[in-house]
């Protein structure tokens, strides 16, 4: 049982270069979240998603573009990746009110 | 909008010492509430939740919390830390009108001096 899976798990970018962070559920969950965490900031939600083809803007969402194609994959890319960009990336999904499973995360560095 | 506030950032306790944690939300209609907890290096992982019936949710690891309606609080409580409770902690709610969505609080940093 795989769960969620990201990747990749650590990556070191620069200014103004395009990433996309992967992650892939097993669950046949509806609902895919992408989430940042940052010191004195908790998580916070920058997309999350319904189903497949459908998607909407969480808390902070400036920079950021996602898609999902597919029910079990849901990308994250930073088009234009900025310092303020550099954070740990969560992966989670869950049916409905559910629980919400996490994956093990993305450490990203923007320098 | 809806929000989670978690009184405590960082709480430092010795061994055997009882712990709770405040939280509160906004929201005025149903909700399911969560507490999740992260150990240093790793991933978000589920301690307790409480969608409907007895207020009081027991969770893993002698982790309890108590949802008062009234107060829109969900406490976590632990009668006896342990030096391994050295995490964070994060109360989550889920709103009815919020779809999937979980909107964090800031996290509690407890440390556990053995």
């Known amino acids: 049982d795989a769960g969620i899976t990201q990747s990749p798990r650590y990556k070191i970018t620069e200014t103004g270069r395009q990433v996309t962070l992967m992650c892939h559920q097993t669950w046949s969950h509806s609902y895919m979240f992408w989430y940042r965490q940052d010191l004195g900031h908790g998580l916070r939600l920058i997309y999350y998603s319904a189903a497949a083809d459908i998607t909407d803007k969480g808390e902070v969402p400036d920079g950021y573009v996602v898609s999902r194609s597919k029910t079990e994959n849901f990308p994250l890319t930073l088009e234009s990746a900025t310092r303020s960009q550099t954070s740990v990336y969560f992966c989670a999904s869950s049916e409905r009110g559910n629980t919400i499973y996490f994956g093990e995360g993305s450490w990203l560095t923007v320098v | 909008a809806q929000s989670v506030s978690q009184h405590n950032h960082h709480v430092i306790l010795s061994e055997a010492a009882s712990l709770e944690l405040g939280c509160n939300y906004s929201y005025g209609g149903t909700v399911n509430l969560f507490w999740y907890v992260q150990y240093p290096g790793q991933h978000l992982q589920l301690l307790l939740k409480y969608f409907s019936g007895d207020p009081l949710v027991k969770g893993i690891k002698g982790f309890e919390a108590e949802f008062i309606k009234s107060k829109f609080s969900f406490n976590l409580r632990k009668p006896s830390v342990q030096w391994s409770d050295t995490a964070e902690y994060f109360c989550?709610?889920?709103?009815?009108?919020?779809?999937?969505?979980?909107?964090f609080g800031q996290g509690t940093e407890l440390s556990v001096k053995p």
């Open positions: 989550a709610v889920n709103a009815g009108n919020q779809g999937g969505k979980l909107i």
